[in-house]
């Protein structure tokens, strides 16, 4: 009699489990790989973002401003499309428009997606609706209607645009600058002024941040976890209107205190500065990614950088002022 061949019951688990272990092993690996490749793009977003902004340092003699124009209001973006070959896009944007980037006439251009302006690790939807300033000490900003305003998230006339995660800081707030350096002075920001120029940078492009990571909008961002955002959170500075990519993308950097989540103070309007977190703290006034780890910058001479989480306050609070004399050691 012929003998049958085949599988029994307990070799085919065997095989399976054996294939469960490859796949376990394997999958790490592949994210890591993914991962790798989303951050190399975020790299590149960072350095044509610096090289637009020496292209046209070049034909202007100066940076464009940090609030490029506040009336109508627009940012920085709007002078830097034609030298990211948005040109054509540039082009349909009405700077004329009383409401500017948040005109319902350049709506068309604020709902354009522009893969530039995007880290490919934010987890959170690119087109996001737009907000009026916050009122801080109050509530989280009202949504920006065609005709006015509404506190109606499911209003149908509620404008929108693409979110920015490569932002400039106009700002340097005070508090986190003291911690730092007990010099009484009071450095400005690479792009502080209405024609800021290269020459303004004393201590250095190579050392002075020009764009930073700044992601995650239209969700508050505390240590990589999504914090909610009722009308009562007091804690988000910058309004969503200003994460859209038109919009004034600038931000008075800060360095914070250890938070968690749970110990966050939600009921404060201004979280105080601290030492312990630097990068990847908070993005209402924080640099901020998704990489593990760390946040891409630009410099002010191009170059690109991933700055560590582990990164002290000394040596950020240096590198984010143009003239403050400071040794960074790095």
């Given at each position: 009699m012929k003998k049958k061949t085949g599988f029994t019951l307990i070799?085919?688990?065997?095989?399976i489990a054996i294939i469960a272990v490859l796949i376990a092993l394997l999958l790490p690996a592949v994210q890591q790989a993914r991962e790798a490749a989303r951050r190399t793009q975020c790299r590149n977003n960072l350095k044509q973002i610096a090289l637009a902004m020496h292209n046209y340092h070049d034909v202007h003699n100066c940076f464009p401003a940090a609030r490029l124009s506040s009336t109508p209001k627009y940012g920085q973006m709007v002078a830097l499309l034609p030298y990211l070959e948005g040109g054509n896009l540039s082009r349909l944007f009405d700077v004329t428009a009383p409401g500017g980037f948040a005109d319902p006439v350049n709506q068309k251009v604020a709902n354009t997606p522009v893969s530039m302006i995007r880290c490919p690790s934010n987890p959170v939807p690119g087109l996001i609706k737009m907000r009026n300033s916050s009122s801080t000490g109050t509530s989280y900003g009202s949504f920006i209607t065609s005709t006015g305003s509404t506190t109606d998230p499911n209003d149908p006339s509620i404008m929108t645009g693409w979110a920015n995660d490569y932002w400039v800081n106009h700002g340097i707030n005070s508090s986190s600058y003291t911690l730092a350096y007990s010099t009484g002075i009071s450095p400005s920001p690479i792009l502080k002024g209405t024609s800021p120029r290269m020459r303004d940078v004393t201590d250095g492009l190579s050392n002075t941040i020009l764009v930073s990571?700044?992601?995650?909008?239209?969700?508050?961002?505390?240590?990589?976890?999504?914090?909610?955002?009722?009308?009562?959170?007091?804690?988000?500075?910058?309004?969503?209107?200003?994460?859209?990519?038109?919009?004034?993308?600038?931000?008075?950097?800060?360095?914070?205190?250890?938070?968690?989540?749970?110990?966050?103070?939600?009921?404060?309007?201004?979280?105080?500065?601290?030492?312990?977190?630097?990068?990847?703290?908070?993005?209402?006034?924080?640099?901020?990614?998704?990489?593990?780890?760390?946040?891409?910058?630009?410099?002010?001479?191009?170059?690109?950088?991933?700055?560590?989480?582990s990164l002290s306050n000394v040596i950020l609070m240096g590198m984010v002022t143009r003239d403050g004399g400071e040794v960074i050691s790095e």
């Open positions: 070799e085919l688990l065997v095989v990571e700044h992601a995650g909008y239209d969700v508050h961002y505390v240590r990589g976890v999504g914090m909610p955002m009722p009308a009562t959170d007091l804690t988000l500075d910058q309004p969503g209107a200003w994460g859209t990519w038109l919009g004034w993308c600038a931000y008075m950097i800060q360095t914070y205190p250890v938070y968690t989540v749970d110990t966050y103070p939600t009921n404060l309007s201004n979280i105080p500065s601290g030492t312990g977190c630097t990068v990847n703290c908070n993005n209402s006034q924080g640099i901020f990614g998704f990489h593990a780890g760390g946040a891409t910058v630009a410099m002010g001479d191009g170059s690109v950088r991933f700055l560590p989480e």
